[in-house]
């Protein structure tokens, strides 16, 4: 597997997140691991939250989903299941949204749209954690 560094897009200010990533292609299709820890107090730039560079282009017009794990570690102490998508109309180079549960309704995904980091005395940052394939362009 090669190294990526992937990046936050959807960034209001300074990105206080580091990025750390993995990924393989075999047969036209890419498998990567993505992972994001923030180390500081970080904000989206709208309501759609967060999305996320590939390391590869995926192929357009379908719809991708892929499997997000958020560990709230000192904010909130919990691990969230939910998930990361790009969109049919995207042009492949990112994931477009990071979501999770919403708290209102458990069957609704919310954009992740923003990270403690280390404020609000946390002393450990969120960890957030993306896994998936897709076939590539």
């Known amino acids: ?8 897009t959807n960034v209001r200010g300074t990105d206080g997140t580091s990025t750390a990533g993995r990924y393989a292609v075999s047969d036209g299709v ?12 970080t904000e989206a730039a709208s309501a759609e939250g967060f999305g996320l560079t590939l390391p590869v282009r995926a192929a357009s017009g379908v719809r991708y989903a892929f499997q997000l794990n958020f560990d709230g570690r000192d904010a909130d102490n919990g691990i969230w299941s939910g998930e990361a998508s790009i969109f049919a109309g995207s042009d492949g180079t990112k994931i477009d949204r990071l979501r999770t549960p919403g708290t209102t309704n458990a069957g609704s995904l919310q954009n992740i749209g923003g990270f403690y980091g280390d404020s609000e005395g946390a002393a450990a940052a969120e960890i957030v954690t993306v896994t998936g394939s897709y076939p590539v362009a």
């Open 1 to 8: 597997m090669a190294n990526y560094t992937p990046k936050l």
């Open 30 to 41: 890419c498998t990567f691991t993505a992972m994001i820890v923030a180390n500081k107090a």
